[in-house]
């Protein structure tokens, strides 16, 4: 299995754009986390899936925000308008058998907002 | 909400020294996971402590869960190189769905 696949690795945008950040989990996992990084704040919980419905999304920082889990084998992260303050690494992962086990974590996608 | 707490915040060890890194969480947990992210990686996951009291050991690693199940500690003895890294508990409330990340232990490792 190729794990926890996120594009783009590294996404650099303007003030203002769109930003679209992807994720396919591994698959047979019903669980899907979107997480953000930064040095102030660490690991942050944006989001959590279980069999693509949201579950918890009590930490989108705000409307800016928004996570879409069509299907069992893709998501994506939405910011728009983007701004500076969310440049960060965001995470992807996922788990079998609900939240309670081992998360598979994705290599990330770094985001610049100039 | 839930937090979770680590302390160090950063440890500079020599080669061969001891390290521990404290977790702390402000309610009561299911269980409780460790990762380890290398610099400029992605969180790796370690071990996962369920019983109140468990001590579980990965070779130089060893984890502990307290009684209350509300604190963990991780280990390592006679550190090495490989072991840079940042590292996170991670723990769950009862019946919750939320895996709260601890704000982590970065150590580094000298020679």
């Known amino acids: 299995d190729a794990g926890v696949i996120q594009s783009p690795r590294h996404e650099v945008t303007e003030m203002g754009q769109e930003v679209t950040l992807r994720c396919k989990p591994i698959?047979?996992?019903?669980?899907l986390f979107w997480y953000r990084q930064t040095m102030m704040r660490g690991l942050e919980l944006l989001i959590y899936?279980?069999?693509?419905?949201?579950?918890?999304d009590s930490g989108m920082p705000e409307d800016r925000f928004s996570a879409k889990m069509p299907n069992a084998s893709f998501s994506t992260l939405k910011i728009q308008p983007s701004e500076p303050r969310d440049s960060a690494v965001y995470f992807c992962?996922?788990?079998?058998?609900?939240?309670?086990?081992?998360?598979?974590f994705g290599q990330g996608t770094r985001l610049t907002v100039v | 909400g839930q937090q979770v707490m680590q302390i160090p915040q950063y440890q500079h060890v020599q080669e061969g020294e001891d390290f521990t890194t404290y977790c702390n969480s402000s309610?009561?947990?299911?269980?409780i996971q460790w990762y380890k992210q290398r610099p400029g990686g992605h969180p790796v996951f370690l071990i996962q402590l369920v019983k109140s009291g468990e001590v579980k050991k990965q070779k130089r690693l060893t984890f502990q869960f307290g009684e209350a199940k509300k604190n963990s500690s991780l280990h390592i003895t006679a550190t090495q190189t490989t072991d840079v890294g940042t590292y996170f508990c991670?723990?769950?409330?009862?019946?919750?769905?939320?895996?709260?990340f601890g704000t982590g232990t970065q150590l580094k490792v000298e020679l």
């Open positions: 309610t009561t947990l299911s269980n």
């Open positions: 899936f279980n069999n693509n419905v949201p579950i918890d």
């Open positions: 698959s047979g996992h019903n669980s």
């Open positions: 992962a996922s788990s079998s058998q609900g939240a309670e086990t081992e998360a598979f």
């Open positions: 991670a723990g769950f409330t009862g019946g919750g769905n939320k895996l709260t």
